[in-house]
């Protein structure tokens, strides 16, 4: 490369700088994250033929995933009839838990930010850091604490029986939807808290003042000026809460059941039972593209929307 002039020599030295630093990461990534998935892209397009693997490149896969089978599909040792693919069906199941979990985890994790943010004076590390002390344990023991809250003589059954609110523990608390919601809703709230708390810090409080003397209420500077500052910091906790929620299989297998199998469940059972490690991958592919997409989507009307606002 010709360098000419001392602008461009000091440029290509911030640049070899950079490349540098960047170096360790990008090789880590390239060596934990992209040859690994492209393994996984090559592993969706073989079939499964026994117990031997078949490398003939085939769409089969993504075919049984999106085409319904006049075959009956068993799951759960029970053989049913589907209209649409049982792979498909998980997946717009699993986004509406994960959008529920989600969602719940922004309204709990927005007003503890705030409050931290423009309530708290001094200290407001060790508030940060008491609300991530239920995080140091184990997060298969935070999950199995749920069973022990959920179960049929947990901890909500017994105190409704105590009170005389109920005249038996309740059956429908454990091993559904909604314990799978609530579950990934706590397990996820404290992550989603940092974000938000640190757009929240970075809003200017002259802003606010300069509003409150032009006769803004408090809602209004709220509505005009603190949630459309600390926007970025919301759409990166829903991101990072969502995404790892959907492929979720942990939680559902402990305090979900039957009623509560997700898309990471199925993926899970097609490589450790089913042997057909082609097919789990093909759904691990879709399910990645599912929520690629939806992040760009959630990317592209936020980004959109500020641009909307810049041109009023």
Do not use: C
Request: no cysteine.
């Amino acid at each position: 490369m010709r360098i000419n002039g001392p602008i461009d020599a000091a440029r290509w030295r911030q640049l070899r700088v950079g490349f540098a630093l960047l170096l360790p990461a990008g090789t880590i990534m390239v060596l934990m994250l992209a040859l690994p998935f492209l393994a996984l892209v090559l592993l969706s397009f073989w079939r499964q033929s026994g117990f031997d693997i078949d490398p003939t490149l085939t769409a089969e896969n993504y075919i049984r995933i999106f085409a319904p089978s006049d075959q009956p599909t068993v799951w759960n040792g029970i053989p049913f009839y589907l209209a649409y693919p049982v792979p498909l069906i998980l997946l717009f199941k699993s986004l509406m838990m994960a959008l529920t979990a989600t969602l719940a985890v922004i309204l709990l994790a927005y007003p503890m930010a705030y409050f931290i943010a423009f309530r708290i004076r001094r200290g407001k590390a060790v508030w940060i850091l008491l609300l991530t002390i239920p995080f140091w344990t184990s997060y298969l023991l935070r999950v199995f604490s749920w069973k022990v809250v959920l179960g049929y003589n947990g901890a909500i059954n017994s105190g409704l029986v105590a009170l005389g609110i109920i005249d038996k523990p309740l059956d429908f608390l454990l091993y559904t939807s909604g314990a799978v919601t609530v579950t990934l809703a706590h397990s996820w709230v404290a992550f989603a808290v940092m974000p938000i708390y640190v757009s929240l810090e970075k809003i200017d409080r002259n802003l606010l003042d300069a509003a409150s003397d032009l006769g803004d209420s408090r809602w209004q500077r709220f509505r005009r000026i603190t949630w459309p500052l600390s926007l970025p910091g919301t759409i990166a906790a829903t991101l990072m809460v969502f995404i790892p929620t959907v492929g979720d299989y942990v939680t559902p297998t402990l305090v979900g059941g039957p009623s509560g199998t997700m898309i990471g469940n199925l993926i899970q059972d097609m490589f450790l039972k089913r042997n057909n490690a082609p097919m789990g991958a093909a759904v691990a592919i879709v399910m990645m593209a599912v929520i690629g997409l939806l992040a760009l989507l959630v990317l592209w009307a936020s980004g959109f929307r500020r641009l909307r606002a810049r041109l009023k």
